[in-house]
Every structure is written in structure tokens, then in C-alpha cells.
């Protein structure tokens, strides 16, 4: 019999208990904020159609997607992003939603990527999504949850912040000053987001492709240094509807009490065709991780997919890059298993007793481990030290004759006696 690999398939993780007490700590983190900012949670199958995923910007996530053929022969996808999903989900509710909504999930998502450090081919998403809201207090809002979310695993404005930017400004100056047509936009964009990854001779090909002057990289490159309002201002005017927004999200979160974290800076883009207006991802300030979430403004989403647009903004937050943070910081916290009580028998006749006792402690919400099996008091013990539980239960003949067990704090080695009645 050929002998199977024990590894998961490249890229991806098994979450064995002690990973996954990690996981759940990080969710549960996520919900919280998300609680907070009044989002509810929902769902959508792993499993798309890959006609969602079908956009023609040339984008890296197309190129990912882990597709194939069903039994059916329908043409399907695991999906490598949320959004599309959400899009569908709000087309599906159409007029019977009442807006805005906000809403959020954690997804697994599913990219065939070259793997470095903090990219795997799955990972966990926080997303929140608003749908309703054509302002930028929409934007401020999810900036807020962002910053909130990093201030509770104790990450600080001088750890991370969050670049911000608008696609208006590149559009601004390609379709308004440089007479770039609207259609190409997305297609630019897409392309600008790998100025950093290609050869300069590349993005011109790809522009002539397009139909466009391989000059414009020029203008593109002065457009995306850009790193203040006021420069902003100079070279639009300060009246340009993208400068006031961009102002307005500012002073917004001033008021959320978050603007330490956010910088603007006009070189995000973002790699998605779909975004519209703001655009925004996090950043170490050490600079040694990728972005750790990424998010924006997409107004245009739903008539791609033949329905009625509805203004939208939202974010994807990784659960990979957040980690590789906390332990580079030694933020990670040490979780256990967060058992209570180990209950043991010190007699094979006395298990039922050890058992209604366990049932007892059980009812009381406890998180109670029960030996199980023939044990010597030695090795239990030692088992319920290596457990991280906070108290043994004894279960012994002659303190049960007499109506009570043996308690033990693990972590001062206290020993007393307790009546069953009083055990909880
Ligand atoms: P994205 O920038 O492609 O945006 O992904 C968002 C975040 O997901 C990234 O910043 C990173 O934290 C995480 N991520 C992405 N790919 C990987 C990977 N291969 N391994 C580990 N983590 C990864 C989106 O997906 C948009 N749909 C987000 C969004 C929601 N925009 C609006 N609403």
C-alpha cells in the first residue's frame, strides 16, 4: 500500500487544537469589532460560479483561480475573494434589502499564488461591506473598525497604518487632463498596481496594447508619488471633488479619533477592477510584511453582473500577515485549552460517581474533562497539569462516603473538601 504524504496539499494549513485556539482567538476578535460596528455576519458557499470571477482587466486574481469543470459540466470556482459573493447575495435579496446594510463574514478564500511570507492558497478573510452609502462616511467608518480591531491586539499607530488614496486622483488626471477613455480605466489601474513587479518595457506594452502612449507611465508614476493633500491639491485644485472627499474622509476620522493610522499616499491603487473611488490598505511601518488588509469604494459591481448599481464599500483582512505581525511584535498571546475541571475516580465502582459529578459540573457550564479510562492517581495528575485545567476533582471512597470529593487547585496545589451540593 503506498504510504500517503501527511503534509496538506502547498499552501495549505491544517489547523490542528493548538493552531485553532489561535484561529478562534483572532476570529473572535473579528466578530467583536464587527459587533461593535453593528455588522451582521453572513455566508456564501465556498463553491461560485466561475462566471463570477470572469473580469477582463488583466487582474493577478483571474489568473489564480483554482476552476474546473463539475461533474454537471458547469464551469466552477472555489472563490478566491468574498465580494463578488456579497454582490451576488445583495443582487439576489434585490429591492426586498432595505439599505444600507452592513454586513460582514470570514470566508476562506482560495488563490493559486506563488507563496512568501504571509501568502498562502487559502486563507481566512474578515470582510465588512456597507452597501447604501455614497459618502465617504462610509470609508471612515470601516477605517475606524480597522484601527479598532488593531488597537484591541495591542498594535499601535506607530506598528501599522493605513495608506489611503482614491482611484479619482488617477482618474482625474488620465481621462480629465490626459484624455485616457473611461474604459481603459480599470484596465490601468490594474496595470499601475504592478509598476512596482514589472519591468518598465511590460507596463508599455500592455499600455500600447490599450491602445495607449507608453509616455503616460511618466505622468502615471508623477501622479502616484503624490503624498500629501495640499500636492494633491496643486496639481488638481482644491475644489476637485476627489480633493474634497479625500479632506472630508480625513476630518472624518479625526472625529473617530483614528487619523494617526491613516497617511495619504497616491501610489494605492489596488490590483482589483472593480474599485471606483477610495482606496486603502494597511502597512507595517517596518516594512517587512505585505499589506495586511485591503479595501475600497466599488459603486459599479452590480450592473457588471446585469443588475442595478448600489453604492458599496468594504475591506478583506487577512489572517495570515496579522500573525506573522503579532509574533514579530510578540503580541501573540499564550491560549490554553480552557478547561476547568478534570474529574477523577480513584476506583473503577466509583466511576458512575465521578460521571454524576462531571454531569453536575457540566450543568453548571463548566468545561469538565472526565477520565476516562483505568488510571493511576500518578498519571492523572500529571494529566491535568499538561491540560491547563484550573482544578482537579477528586473522586475518592472515603470522602464520597461521607457526601463529598476532593478539590485541588492546580496553580497553588490548595487541597480542601466539598460537599457535592456545595461543589458548584
Ligand atoms: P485583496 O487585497 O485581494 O482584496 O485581499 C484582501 C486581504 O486578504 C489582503 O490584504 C490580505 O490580508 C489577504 N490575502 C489576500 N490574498 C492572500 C493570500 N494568498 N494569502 C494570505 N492572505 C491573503 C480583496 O480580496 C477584496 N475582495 C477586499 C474587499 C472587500 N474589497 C471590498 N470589500
Redesign the pocket.
Known sequence: MAVINTAPPRGTRDFPPEEMRLRTWLFGHFREVARQFAFEEYDAPVLETEALYVRKAGEE?TGQLYNFEDKGGRKVALRP???PSLARLVLAKGRSLPMPIRWFSIPQ?W?Y?RMTR????E?F?W?M?IFGVPGVAAEAELLAAIATFFGRLGLTSADVGIRVSSRGVLHAVLTEKLGVPDEHFAAVCVLVDKLEKLPREAIEKDLAELGLAGSLVDEIIATLSLRTLDDLGGVLGEEHPVVLDLRSLFSLAEAYGVADWLVFDASVV???AYYTGVVF?AFDRGATLR??????R?DRLLSTFGGDDVPA??????D??IVELLKDKGLLPTLSAAVDDVVFSFSEDLRPAAMSVAARLRASGRSVDLVLEKKKAKWAFKYADRSGAARMVLVAPDEWERGMVKIKELATGEQREVLLEELV
Open positions: 486574481i475573494e468574498m465580494t478564500c488563490r499564488e504571509g501568502r498562502k492558497r486563507h478573510q470582510n461591506d489596488r490590483g482589483l490598505e499589506a495586511i488588509c485591503g479595501g475600497g466599488y464599500c468594504g475591506f478583506g483582512f487577512g495570515v500577515v
